[in-house]
């Protein structure tokens, strides 16, 4: 494995990760460091087990090998929550908001439970965060949307509060699932611009499942391609994606 | 507006006595009933259906039983905070059990305990008095003792003014960032797990609430009879809070009140009527109310056009509970 050396230690640590659905092979010994100020992009067809990872990351899934570890707490075996709690954000490929609150109300929610606001005798809209998702908020692009249902916005603006939610967080490590489908291909690249700015702003590393391979030379730091649960070459963007076994398995399918 | 209509409402209630004396034991009944449902009312916010609500209802009675005998003149207090400890205990116990179940299990499950809760109570005749309860003694009120006429003055006016304060408990409750995360819960699960927040424990808080509520409607209820029996932890009696919340509407706490009051109206006339056959009438209402006004009984003056302001959300979301979407795993599949 070719490994582009980042300098530091790595901020997230994946080692010899397994998991076996049935006969699918959904992870096969990967081993991946992420550091940090890297935006890392995860490419690679279909069913590779680029969402696994993911999953297995933030708890959502118990690999029956392998080890996570993130700080040096070892993340395998904790649930999610906990895993939030540490450190790790998560948007989702298809958002997942409270979608009877309007935008506000799912931001300050996200930085209650950070700030551990729970005072019943406090409400939600009075949290002393607003000002603070507000400008979040408005970072993500979506400052006029604060008091919309989530139930009611179009696809591509879920997508972004989705993500305003998990930075509401105050991650160290912000893990997108295919950040910018589901937005209109006009605005991918605008999304995208947005988004890349906020985490630096906000200082925040980032792994991302992407499939549109212009989107990941521009925006990713640092690429690791995967295929069959393993993963088969990391590197910068320009080199990884000349390739030619890459081209074969992602590119030319 | 609204602000209006509802100091109205509690002047109309602090006048009861002195505009419908002869309906005042009514009355109590009412407000006892909606501390209950209020209970229910909370775990609706999430989404869950209890349909054993009324054993923290039976704590509460026969907590009040069990005290009065062993301490004459108990006071009324006394006996409420002990109703609420002892039903807080039970939540918490119970709940520990349910509150990691949604849907249909948790509704069930909650079944399953009240009525184990029954067959003790039933069965262990010798010390819970069985199939015949036990009686409740009339209790004392800051030392001062009553007569039974102005005991039921007094009693309207405890069980009112618990009422009140238990519904702006609530109310805040729910505005609250853990009140909120009860009614996020319903929409979306993955997401509150995932701000790092426990969804067992926020069900858990709430549950304990609740149960601490019907405890109290309970020991209200069992004051008012001077009774507690069985009946009080029976299904039918979890069904009817769960009837009531429904009825009245679950999108503002008023919504236990307003349906516990036309629930308790509509079976008093109904009966009259009626004799044995006052649930026909109440099946009727409750068929048309869920046709006519998904929001319940309180959403009916927005639907007349009558308030100006409706609630902010969907008010017929707040009834949408049986088949409640568990999106866990949605957009987590590769």
């Known amino acids: 494995m070719s490994a582009v050396p980042p300098f530091g230690d790595p901020l997230l640590s994946a080692r010899g990760l397994e998991i076996r659905f049935g006969g699918v092979v959904a992870a096969n010994g990967i081993d991946l460091d992420v550091f940090e100020h890297e935006n890392l992009a995860i490419i690679g067809p279909n069913g590779a087990g680029k969402t696994t990872f993911l999953n297995i990351c933030t708890g959502y899934l118990t690999p029956q090998a392998g080890s996570v570890r993130f700080e040096g707490d070892e993340l395998v075996g904790q649930p999610p929550r906990r895993i939030t709690r540490l450190g790790i954000a998560r948007a989702f490929q298809i958002p997942q908001l409270f979608t009877e609150h309007t935008v506000l109300e799912n931001m300050l ?60 967080l105050k991650p160290r490590l912000l893990l997108m699932d295919e950040p910018t489908s589901g937005v209109a291909s006009a605005d991918k690249f605008a999304v995208m611009e947005i988004l890349v700015r906020a985490l630096r702003t906000a200082k925040v590393s980032s792994v991302f499942v992407e499939h549109d391979m212009e989107m990941v030379t521009r925006y990713a730091s640092r690429v690791a391609v995967w295929s069959q649960g393993k993963i088969q070459m990391t590197g910068e963007p320009t080199r990884v994606l000349s390739d030619p076994d890459v081209i074969r398995t992602v590119i030319g399918g | 507006m609204r602000r209006a209509a509802l100091l109205l409402v509690v002047a109309l209630l602090l006048a009861v006595p002195f505009i419908a004396g002869p309906m005042l034991t009514l009355g109590t009944i009412v407000l006892a009933k909606a501390l209950a449902v209020l209970g229910v009312f909370l775990l609706l916010q999430a989404g869950q259906v209890s349909f054993g609500h009324g054993m923290f209802f039976a704590v509460g009675a026969y907590s009040a039983a069990y005290i009065g005998a062993a301490w004459r003149g108990a006071d009324l207090f006394v006996l409420a905070f002990a109703a609420a400890g002892l039903s807080a205990v039970a939540g918490l116990a119970v709940g520990l059990f349910v509150a990691r179940y949604r849907s249909i299990f948790f509704g069930m499950l909650n079944l399953a305990f009240s009525m184990v809760l029954f067959a003790v109570l039933e069965k262990f005749f010798h010390l819970t008095g069985g199939t015949d309860g036990l009686r409740i003694r009339r209790p004392t009120l800051l030392g001062f003792e009553f007569g039974r006429g102005s005991f039921d003055l007094v009693l309207y006016y405890f069980v009112l003014g618990l009422g009140l304060l238990c519904a702006l408990l609530v109310w805040q409750y729910l505005r609250s960032p853990i009140g909120q995360a009860l009614k996020a819960l319903k929409s979306n699960e993955t997401r509150l797990e995932y701000i790092g927040l426990s969804a067992r424990n926020t069900v858990l808080a709430a549950y304990v609430l609740s149960a601490v509520l019907c405890g109290l409607g309970g020991l209200s209820l069992g004051i008012v009879q001077g ?77 007349f056009g009558l308030a100006g302001r409706g609630p902010r959300s969907d008010p017929a979301a707040g009834n949408r509970i049986a088949g409640s979407r568990r999106p866990h795993g949605e957009g987590a599949a590769s």
């Open chain 1, 109 to 168: 929610l996200a930085a209650a439970v950070r700030e551990r606001s729970w005072n019943p005798f406090r409400s939600l809209a009075s949290l002393p965060q607003r000002g603070e998702m507000l400008e979040l908020l408005d970072l993500v692009g979506c400052a006029d949307l604060g008091h919309k249902r989530a139930a009611d916005l179009p696809e591509g603006q879920r997508k972004l509060v989705d993500i305003a939610i998990a930075l509401a």
């Open chain 2, 227 to 303: 009774l507690a029996t069985p009946d009080y932890t029976f299904w039918t009696r979890s069904s009817e809070f769960v009837f009531i919340a429904v009825l009245g509407g679950t999108g503002h706490v008023v919504g236990a009140f307003a349906g516990s009051l036309v629930y308790e109206a509509v079976r008093f006339y109904a009966a009259a009527l009626l004799d044995d056959s006052w649930q026909l009438i109440l099946g009727a209402v409750l068929i048309a109310i869920i046709l006519g006004a998904p929001g319940g009984i309180i959403d009916l003056p927005r639907r």
